[in-house]
């Protein structure tokens, strides 16, 4: 079992930052990857950036240049700094975690989600 809770959200001016905070708790030698997804209303939930154990990284197209992902192993801990924040990056957040459990089953787990507005 991995616990995941996010912290950092809150309302912002178009242009302006902040930074998304995911801790890990439980059995965190099993992660094999994080990320960060996405849901505004009425939308599907979607990745906004990923980071393998490896460190390995992937982003959206649309956060590409303004968002960074980035990982402390040592606090099991996985951030989201965003920059040059629009309108459209509205959303709450939701930290995920990629776990393979001791029976090589690969699982995924959620943290609450984090509500970022950002208003125009």
């Known amino acids: 079992q991995v616990q995941l809770v996010e912290s950092g959200g809150g309302l912002v001016q178009a242009g302006g930052s902040l930074r998304l905070s995911c801790a890990a708790s439980g059995s965190t030698f099993s992660i094999n990857a994080m990320g960060w997804y996405r849901q505004a209303p009425g939308k599907q939930r979607d990745l906004v950036a990923g980071?393998?154990?490896?460190?390995?990284?992937n982003y959206v197209d649309s956060v590409k240049g303004r968002f960074t992902i980035s990982r402390d192993n040592a606090k099991n801990t996985v951030y989201l700094q965003m920059n040059s924040l629009k309108p459209e990056d509205t959303a709450v957040y939701y930290c995920?975690?990629?776990?393979?459990?001791?029976?090589?089953?690969?699982?995924?787990?959620w943290g609450k989600g984090t509500l970022v507005t950002v208003s125009s």
């Open positions: 980071i393998t154990s490896g460190g390995s990284i």
């Open positions: 995920n975690a990629v776990v393979t459990n001791p029976a090589n089953h690969v699982m995924n787990y």
